[in-house]
């Protein structure tokens, strides 16, 4: 995980771009954190068993790897 989003933030870069934008899985965001990247918002994601689920959407700077 690690490792590829490293690439990931490598790969923006180069292509002059100063932050990726992270749609999350909830049980992902603290992984994404973690590692520095900041929550901006959210958006439902409503399942089945989970009627108020939602996705954090988060931002990480490209200068962060």
């Not at 990931?8 to 992270?22: N, R, V």
């Not at 954190?33 to 994601?45: F, K």
């Amino acid at each position: 995980g690690k490792a590829l989003l490293a690439w990931a933030q490598g790969f923006a870069a180069a292509g002059g771009q100063d932050e990726l934008a992270i749609d999350s899985d909830p049980n992902a965001s603290g992984f994404y954190e973690h590692l520095g990247a900041r929550v901006v918002g959210s958006i439902a994601a409503p399942t089945p068993g989970s009627p108020q689920r939602a996705r954090p959407q988060l931002r990480l700077r490209t200068s962060a790897a």
